[in-house]
């Protein structure tokens, strides 16, 4: 029940902006979209989230359809410390003002020299 | 960025043994800590949510007996892994959301610890 789709892997080169896509079609109207990533063998690192505006801070973009059913996650100019699996997640309602994420696969991008 | 603290980063305890990692938000307070396990080449996988004062909340399949949580203080989470097994290894990774309104103005943000690694011999 991720509500998430991403491609499974995506490859760029270094210094060139990366663009990763994420479907997320069946969001409802007050549900976030944030964006995680995770290199390996260490905790997820929060990058930036968003309801419906697009969103800039120091490490990335985040452009939102004016639909909301898919955001494109920017990183500017990538480098290799930028390889990583990127979690699009939709948060979720847990309860009360409870919200949980919960993860999907991800994509890996991997920034070649 | 707000900092997750877990403690051990690596664990190695044998089989039938319990074992405690710990989860600390050093500069926010956190009502709400949430616990997920990742194994090899897969995604994280969230096991509980815990709320500081009362009982956690655990997720489809997973067994609240055998994986302890307390939420004592606003600023620590423990989990206890009872009678653990060799299919218990894993990598155990914390998080706490953060109280205070982002700089969106709405959501909350999670953050997440580095990680803690238990090997089950």
């Known amino acids: 029940d991720a509500k998430t789709t991403q491609p499974t892997s995506m490859d760029c080169a270094e210094g060139r902006a990366a663009n990763l896509p994420c479907n997320h079609s069946?969001?409802?109207?007050?549900?976030?979209v944030y964006w995680y990533r995770q290199i390996h063998s260490q905790g997820p690192q929060y990058i930036i989230h968003?309801?419906?505006n697009n969103e800039t801070n120091e490490m990335a973009s985040l452009i939102i359809t004016e639909d909301r059913k898919s955001s494109t996650l920017i990183l500017p100019h990538a480098t290799l410390r930028d390889t990583a699996v990127y979690y699009c997640?939709?948060?979720?309602?847990?309860?009360?003002?409870?919200?949980?994420?919960?993860f999907g696969k991800g994509t890996l991008l991997t920034v070649n020299p | 960025g707000a900092v997750v603290s877990q403690h051990p980063s690596r664990v190695i305890c044998k089989s039938g043994t319990s074992v405690k990692i710990e989860c600390r938000s050093l500069?926010?307070?956190?009502?709400?800590m949430f616990w997920y396990r990742q194994f090899p080449k897969q995604s994280l996988m969230l096991m509980a949510t815990?709320?500081?004062?009362?009982?956690?909340?655990?997720e489809q399949g997973v067994e609240k007996d055998k994986f302890l949580i307390n939420h004592a203080s606003l600023t620590l989470s423990t989990l206890t892994v009872t009678s653990a097994h060799p299919e218990d290894s894993s990598f155990y990774i914390c998080?706490?959301?953060?109280?205070?309104?982002?700089?969106?103005?709405?959501?909350?943000?999670?953050?997440f610890g580095e990680g803690s690694w238990l090997t089950v011999v």
């Open positions: 815990s709320n500081e004062g009362s009982k956690a909340t655990y």
């Open positions: 998080s706490a959301r953060d109280l205070l309104i982002s700089g969106t103005g709405h959501g909350n943000t999670i953050y």
């Open positions: 069946t969001i409802s109207g007050n549900e976030y």
């Open positions: 997640i939709v948060r979720v309602r847990s309860g009360g003002s409870n919200y949980k994420l919960t």
């Open positions: 968003g309801l419906k």
């Open positions: 500069d926010f307070q956190a009502t709400t």
